[in-house]
């Protein structure tokens, strides 16, 4: 999707349904913010950076911070957790997991892959917000980004990796790919990509399935996100390292000069 498209009446009909703080966005038609998106297999980081970049640029502009990814291994954890049932449940969420997005496998269930599309229309109410909120002039910086190439691995749909077993749920699958192309037709200004090794990702996270990440980090390299301007960056380097980098890529994006600004939090991930 280019920016001209923005103006059609179907994208702006969506976007109004959600009011925006009039204080961070007083021009009716404010120049378009900047996008920058931050993305990554788990443990490289994404999270804490977009945190820490948001504390510095709200110094100088209307900035917010979007999650654009599903949420669904840490509930998945934390339903873990549970006392008694709670592995158990856990398992049997993992195995439907997996068997939806393993190329040849069959989808278990018109339940299963409700829940999927259920997540997956979460994500695009936030990426609405997340273009409105750019559209108001507000420079946004999100943690993922959704993407149309790889099925069922790093923010990539969720039902098109295996086969629909009925009707409905080959209409969900469809459904759902499309919500994917739209998201993934709007490019980011600037992409970041954590490039990080599966051990130290787990060494970040330990509560991680290392061999999921290891796949996770091989796809990530795959990614061109349509061709939008991507740098990579070597996030098994330090926090300060990695930090450092990441100033400089945004710099040429910004007005304001960001060099002075050191991360006051602990520099670790």
């Known amino acids: 999707m280019t920016i001209k498209s923005l103006n059609k009446p179907r994208e702006m009909s969506l976007d109004k349904k959600r009011p925006f703080d009039s204080k961070q966005a007083t021009e009716k038609h404010a120049p378009r913010g900047k996008l920058i998106a931050l993305v990554g297999c788990d443990g490289s ?35 873990g957790k549970i006392p008694l049932v709670g592995s158990w449940i856990e398992s049997r969420l993992k195995q439907k997991a997996k068997a939806t997005r393993t190329k040849g496998e069959k989808i278990p269930g018109a339940l299963t892959a409700l829940v999927v599309y259920a997540f997956s229309l979460i994500r695009f109410f936030h990426y609405l917000q997340m273009r409105y909120a750019l559209n108001a002039g507000i420079t946004v910086i999100t943690d993922r980004y959704p993407q149309a190439e ?120």
């Open 45 to 79: 980081g994404k999270s804490s950076l977009t945190s820490d970049l948001i504390g510095v640029l709200q110094k100088y502009r209307p900035v917010r911070r979007y999650y654009l990814g599903l949420g669904s291994g840490d509930l998945g954890r934390k339903i």
């Open 150 to 269: 790889i099925a069922g691995q790093c923010d990539g749909p969720g039902l098109s990796a295996a086969k629909a077993g009925n009707r409905f749920v080959a209409w969900l699958v469809q459904s759902e790919a499309r919500l994917y192309r739209r998201m993934a037709s709007f490019h980011p200004d600037l992409i970041l990509r954590l490039d990080v090794d599966a051990e130290t990702a787990h060494a970040r996270k330990p509560d991680h399935d290392i061999e999921a990440m290891r796949i996770k980090a091989a796809v990530m390299k795959q990614l061109t996100f349509g061709g939008a301007h991507m740098e990579i960056i070597n996030a098994t380097q330090s926090y300060e390292a990695v930090w450092d980098t990441i100033i400089h890529f945004i710099q040429p994006y910004m007005n304001d000069d960001l060099s002075d600004n050191k991360n006051s939090r602990p520099l670790q991930f």
